[in-house]
Structure formats: structure tokens, C-alpha cells
């Protein structure tokens, strides 16, 4: 029984293909992505991952031969000690927009919803979700 006609070919060389792409992906994908931004700067390919990653947990079982690099661990201490930044930051636009809201209608959020600057036909329950997050922000 003859094969079919598509399962047999010679192979031919892609022209259109990007080998250094393709290359640089497969390197990417192969080394480990660190999150740490210090310990990233600071890595030597020509380690083992092992020993590298060792740098990265603090653990008793740690062994005897790795060396810290002490400058490493300064920069993650300085980094560690600064204040926490806040995340969920308001745009000015919106923080205006709930200021003249609260500054016209008070707390009739009804009113609020029928106010022409409601641009974005925010519900009363939105407006009010809105109010919150901008006057009882953690």
C-alpha cells in the first residue's frame, strides 16, 4: 500500500526563518529569570544555577564553599528598609472629578449620576465606589 503523498519529503533549509531569534528565545527560556533585580545584575553564567540561586535563599543548610558577595546583600538591605510605596495611586483627572462631585451634590449619589460632567455615565453605585476609594484610601 503506497504512502501518502505528503508524509514523504526532503528536507529543505528555511530561508525565512530568524536564527538569531530563534536563538536568543531558546537562551532566554533555558536561564532561570530572577526577579530580584540585585541578584540579576549580579549573575555569573559561568556558575551553576545551584550556586547562584544559593546567593538568593538565606538558609542554614546553605554549603560551606559559597561565598556571599557582601555588596549584594548591602543593596538588598537598603531596599528592604525603604518605605513600602503605594500601589493604587489616583489619576488627577479622576480625583478632580470626585472633588467636584462631592463639592455640587454632597452625598446624593442619584444626583451625582445625572450631573453633566458625568461623562463616563457612571452609576450611583460606581460614583460611590469612586468617592470611597478617594477620600478612605489605606
Known amino acids: 500500500m503506497p504512502k501518502a503523498k505528503g508524509k514523504i519529503r526532503r528536507q529543505k533549509f528555511g530561508y525565512n526563518v530568524n536564527r538569531k531569534r530563534l536563538n536568543r528565545n531558546a537562551r532566554r527560556k533555558a536561564a532561570p529569570r530572577t526577579e530580584c533585580s540585585h541578584i540579576r545584575h549580579v549573575w555569573d553564567h559561568a556558575k551553576s544555577?545551584?550556586?547562584?540561586?544559593?546567593?538568593?535563599?538565606?538558609?542554614?543548610?546553605?554549603?560551606?564553599?559559597?561565598?556571599?558577595?557582601?555588596?549584594?546583600?548591602?543593596e538588598l538591605e537598603a531596599e528592604a528598609s525603604l518605605p513600602?510605596?503605594?500601589?493604587?495611586?489616583?489619576?488627577?483627572?479622576l480625583i478632580d472629578y470626585v472633588g467636584y462631585m462631592v463639592e455640587n451634590h454632597g452625598e446624593d449619589y442619584k444626583a451625582m449620576a445625572w450631573n453633566e460632567k458625568n461623562y463616563y455615565q457612571d452609576t450611583p453605585k460606581q460614583i460611590w465606589n469612586k468617592i470611597i476609594l478617594r477620600f478612605y484610601q489605606v
Open 84 to 93: 513600602e510605596k503605594k500601589g493604587n495611586t489616583l489619576s488627577r483627572d
Open 49 to 74: 544555577v545551584r550556586k547562584v540561586k544559593a546567593m538568593e535563599v538565606d538558609v542554614p543548610e546553605r554549603p560551606k564553599e559559597l561565598v556571599r558577595k557582601p555588596y549584594v546583600l548591602n
